[in-house]
């Protein structure tokens, strides 16, 4: 189809684990080289673990760009876009994937503007189209439907994945080549930053969308301080807290908790939502989940609809006795 590459963009910032965070993008990456007969390169912006060869090997990588900057590892977004829309002028690229974050929301549509390129977010999956274009299915309408974008080959495309949106699938011992690892130069010496991106300061130790399981609270819990039910029950169950996104909007809880659309996306074996009314934008965030229990006043609350268990009722009540329930016999 195109002799442009197909290129997996991941580690905008500090905060982001390519370990963790690119391996669907690979995979998906992978399938397309394959269809197309692109070459699949792997981009990683800032510092880079010790292991990155590997990584790629396992996803049949061909080869390992890297820029290392200051300016790259402070993840400053200027800095970013300017140092792809160079790696993109100085060789074809038909498709960049990024895994969606905070850093690639800002990141992706500002490079396929300087490249004149097309910018699909939210996307879930990616396809082939015609000779040299893609077809792109993303989350839309508060995710409560896809859409499918056809996108015009002959020039780029700029793709943001879904967190959980496709499973990671590594390729045969068979199949695993060492990839060579080329360390790109970038020149950033006239970038000044031109926006100051404020975000609450990335919290440490398990993520949410890898808990097992997850706990958490909406509007139905009434006040700010009875969202620490919310984290003792997730403590007593092993699990982790999480929230709607108007506990995040009122300042509640912080954002690296919130559960939907525009937070994380969850898998856990068990999600149990209180006072959650189950908004479409919500359930992006949690309807992988294998069991979901809902607990709300409202018998009628769309909630229902996507739980396997539900509880009518008060849930700052219910929260209360499930924790002496789990404490009592000891379930984490």
Same mark, same amino acid.
């Given at each position: 189809?195109?002799?442009?590459?197909?290129?997996?963009?991941?580690?905008?910032?500090?905060? /982001?684990?390519?370990?963790?965070?690119?391996?669907?993008?690979?995979?998906?990456?992978?399938?397309?080289?394959?269809?197309? +007969?692109?070459?699949?390169?792997?981009?990683?912006?800032?510092?880079?673990?010790?292991?990155?060869?590997?990584?790629?090997?396992?996803?049949?990588?061909?080869?390992?760009?890297?820029?290392?900057?200051?300016?790259?590892?402070?993840?400053?977004?200027?800095?970013?876009?300017?140092? #792809?829309?160079?790696?993109?002028?100085?060789?074809?690229?038909?498709? #960049?994937?990024?895994?969606?974050?905070?850093?690639?929301?800002?990141?992706?549509?500002?490079?396929?503007?300087?490249?004149?390129?097309?910018?699909?977010?939210?996307?879930?999956?990616?396809?082939?189209?015609?000779?040299?274009? $893609?077809? *792109?299915?993303?989350?839309?309408?508060?995710?409560?439907?896809?859409?499918?974008?056809?996108?015009?080959? &002959?020039?780029?495309?700029?793709?943001?994945?879904?967190?959980?949106? #496709?499973? @990671?699938?590594?390729?045969?011992?068979?199949?695993?080549?060492?990839? @060579?690892?080329?360390?790109?130069? *970038? /020149?950033?010496?006239?970038?000044?930053?031109?926006?100051?991106?404020?975000?609450?300061?990335?919290?440490?130790?398990?993520?949410?969308?890898?808990?097992?399981? *997850?706990?958490?609270?909406?509007?139905?819990?009434?006040?700010?301080?009875? $969202?620490?039910?919310?984290?003792?029950?997730? &403590?007593?169950?092993?699990?982790?807290? &999480?929230?709607?996104?108007?506990?995040?909007?009122?300042?509640?809880?912080?954002?690296?908790?919130?559960?939907?659309?525009? +937070?994380?996306?969850?898998?856990?074996?068990?999600?149990?939502?209180?006072?959650?009314?189950?908004?479409?934008?919500?359930?992006?965030?949690?309807? @992988?989940?294998?069991?979901?229990? @809902?607990?709300?006043?409202?018998?009628?609350?769309?909630? $229902?609809?996507?739980?396997?268990?539900?509880?009518?009722? /008060?849930?700052?009540? *219910?929260?209360?006795?499930?924790?002496?329930?789990?404490?009592?016999?000891?379930?984490?």
């Amino acid at each position: 189809m195109t002799t442009a590459a197909v290129v997996v963009c991941t580690r905008i910032g500090l905060r /982001d684990d390519p370990v963790e965070e690119s391996e669907a993008a690979l995979t998906l990456g992978r399938n397309i080289a394959a269809r197309t +007969g692109a070459e699949l390169r792997w981009l990683v912006l800032g510092p880079a673990p010790d292991c990155l060869a590997d990584i790629a090997a396992r996803h049949g990588v061909a080869s390992v760009d890297r820029i290392q900057h200051e300016k790259i590892d402070a993840g400053l977004p200027d800095a970013v876009v300017e140092a #792809l829309a160079q790696y993109c002028n100085a060789r074809p690229v038909a498709l #960049l994937l990024f895994s969606q974050t905070f850093e690639t929301r800002v990141a992706a549509p500002r490079i396929a503007g300087r490249m004149d390129g097309s910018v699909v977010m939210n996307a879930v999956d990616v396809g082939v189209a015609g000779a040299s274009g $893609f077809e *792109v299915t993303a989350a839309a309408y508060g995710g409560d439907t896809r859409v499918v974008y056809d996108v015009a080959g &002959g020039r780029l495309c700029v793709v943001a994945l879904l967190a959980n949106a #496709l499973p @990671a699938q590594p390729v045969g011992s068979s199949e695993v080549t060492q990839p @060579a690892i080329t360390d790109v130069a *970038v /020149d950033l010496a006239d970038v000044s930053e031109r926006i100051r991106v404020v975000q609450a300061a990335h919290a440490g130790g398990p993520r949410l969308e890898d808990a097992e399981i *997850v706990v958490s609270g909406g509007r139905g819990l009434g006040v700010a301080e009875n $969202f620490a039910l919310v984290e003792e029950l997730a &403590g007593a169950l092993g699990g982790l807290a &999480g929230a709607s996104r108007p506990l995040v909007d009122d300042g509640w809880i912080d954002p690296s908790h919130q559960v939907g659309l525009t +937070g994380k996306i969850t898998r856990p074996r068990l999600y149990l939502a209180a006072g959650i009314s189950g908004a479409t934008q919500h359930m992006v965030g949690c309807s @992988a989940a294998k069991a979901i229990v @809902a607990i709300n006043t409202d018998a009628d609350a769309a909630i $229902f609809r996507h739980a396997r268990y539900g509880i009518v009722g /008060d849930c700052v009540e *219910v929260l209360g006795e499930l924790i002496r329930a789990a404490n009592e016999i000891g379930v984490s």
